[in-house]
């Protein structure tokens, strides 16, 4: 399954890294990628800020836990680098590669509706979250303020219709709530 992150979109726009902080004193910052292959964050070209309202080519520069040190085209300041702590980066979705069948976007998955085997309405998809081990669906309950954490494995996702704008979930026994 492919990266973005969690919420992931704005429009045609994917969000594809996040600014961690600055690096040393030259303006350059620490850059979090959600790429598939983190390093071809550089090779998009331009990202854009979430509102549009600045863009900047990327020069990989070294690697950091977590992430890579990183040189943006305009950011010459540790100020300006420490203003743009927390800013996530995007790329228009054309410029990303395609995907095989079996894997996604995140940002397509979140707003999908999830159903169960038997065709049961049991929340939509409010997060795709990845803490290091697997990617979880955080699913916001039907009638209820509730979320539940779904394993996206083809065990407990056996489908997924990006199409119909629906997901069927056979969740393990245990995991949803009682009725």
Excluded: W
């Amino acid at each position: 399954m492919s990266e973005t992150d969690e919420t992931g979109q704005n429009g045609d726009m994917i969000c594809i890294g996040a600014i961690a902080g600055s690096f040393g004193v030259q303006g350059d910052v620490r850059l979090k990628s959600f790429a598939a292959n983190p390093e071809d964050i550089a090779a998009y070209g331009p990202l854009a800020t979430e509102d549009g309202s600045q863009t900047h080519s990327v020069t990989l520069l070294g690697q950091v836990k977590g992430g890579y040190t990183a040189r943006l085209s305009g950011i010459t300041t540790k100020e300006a680098a420490d203003a743009l702590r927390g800013t996530r980066l995007f790329v228009a979705r054309a410029k990303l590669p395609g995907l095989p069948d079996d894997e996604y976007y995140h940002a397509d998955l979140v707003g999908l509706e999830v159903y169960d085997t038997g065709g049961a309405r049991l929340g939509q998809v409010k997060a795709v979250l990845n803490h290091g081990a697997a990617d979880l669906l955080e699913i916001a309950m039907t009638g209820t303020p509730e979320t539940v954490l779904l394993p996206f494995t083809q065990a407990s996702v056996p489908t997924v219709d990006l199409a119909a704008g629906r997901i069927i979930a056979d969740p393990p026994e245990g995991l949803m709530p009682e009725e």
